[in-house]
C-alpha cells in the first residue's frame, strides 16, 4: 500500500532556481492538496484540487503553482525560489473535502 | 474565515498520566473534525473524525474526543498515555455548508510524556 508518495524526500536550492514536486496517490482520491508546514504555524494550505484538470488557491499561494494533469498526481512547482520558501511540504489526498486526508511523509526544502 | 485554535503549544505528561488537548474552533452550522498525530518526520495520521450523531468519538490508540456545539469545542482525550504517545497533534476543521472545500489546520500542540 503506498498511499500517497511525495519526491524529492530533501532538495537543497538556491535563490531563483526553479523545480518541481511531485505528489502521487493510489487510491483514487478525486482530491489532492499541498500544505507547507513552519515552526508554530501548523499547516498552512498552499492550492488544492478537486479533480483531474482543476486548481484552485488555497491560503499562501503566491510564489507557487501547481497543475493536475492525471487524477493520480499533483505537481507543485517554484518558479524562482526565495528563502521564504524554505519549509517542509506535505501532500494530501481525500475522496472529498468531508471525507480525511492521507498525507504523504513530506519533502524537506532548503533554499539558500 | 473558519480558524482552528489549540491553546496549548506544548503539554507534558507523565507517563501513565490522563491527557486532554485543546480544540476551538470558529462557529459553523455543520463542522467537520478531526485530530491528527505527527511523529517527527513523519506524515500526519488520522487519529479521529466527526461528521454527526454521536458527539463523544473513539479513534486509533485509545484516543477519544467529545464534540461540544455549545463551546465550539473538539477536544482529544486520553486516559492513560504511553511514552510511545509523544508527537505533534493537529486538529482540523471543514464545514459543509460552505463554498471552502479544504480544512483549517490549528497550529498543533506538542506533547511530552516524562517517565
Known amino acids: 500500500n503506498a498511499g500517497v508518495t511525495q519526491t524529492p524526500k530533501f532538495r537543497v536550492l538556491k535563490t531563483g532556481q526553479s523545480m518541481t514536486l511531485l505528489c502521487a496517490q493510489d487510491?483514487?482520491?478525486?482530491?489532492m492538496y499541498w500544505y507547507r508546514q513552519d515552526p508554530g504555524m501548523g499547516l498552512r494550505l498552499i492550492h488544492y484540487?478537486?479533480?483531474?484538470?482543476?486548481?484552485a488557491k488555497g491560503e499562501v499561494p503566491d510564489g507557487y503553482n501547481v497543475s493536475r494533469l492525471k487524477k493520480q498526481n499533483f505537481l507543485l512547482g517554484l518558479e524562482s525560489a526565495a528563502p521564504s520558501q524554505t519549509s517542509v511540504y506535505f501532500c494530501a489526498s481525500s475522496y472529498s473535502d468531508s471525507q480525511p486526508q492521507h498525507f504523504g511523509d513530506g519533502t524537506r526544502l532548503s533554499i539558500l | 474565515a473558519q480558524s482552528v485554535t489549540q491553546p496549548d503549544i506544548h503539554i507534558t505528561v507523565s507517563e501513565g498520566a490522563s491527557l486532554e488537548l485543546r480544540c476551538n474552533y470558529s462557529?459553523?452550522?455543520?463542522?467537520?473534525l478531526f485530530w491528527y498525530v505527527q511523529s517527527p518526520g513523519q506524515g500526519l495520521q488520522l487519529l479521529l473524525k466527526y461528521f454527526s450523531g454521536d458527539t463523544l468519538v473513539q479513534g486509533i490508540k485509545g484516543f477519544e474526543a467529545e464534540f461540544k456545539r455549545s463551546q465550539s469545542s473538539f477536544n482529544l482525550r486520553k486516559p492513560s498515555v504511553h511514552w510511545s504517545d509523544a508527537a505533534e497533534y493537529f486538529c482540523?476543521?471543514?464545514?459543509?455548508?460552505?463554498?471552502?472545500?479544504?480544512?483549517?489546520f490549528g497550529s498543533g500542540t506538542r506533547l511530552q510524556v516524562q517517565p
Open positions: 484540487s478537486v479533480g483531474e484538470g482543476t486548481t
Open positions: 462557529y459553523g452550522a455543520t463542522p467537520y
Open positions: 487510491m483514487n482520491h478525486e482530491y
Open positions: 482540523a476543521v471543514g464545514y459543509m455548508d460552505t463554498g471552502r472545500r479544504a480544512l483549517t
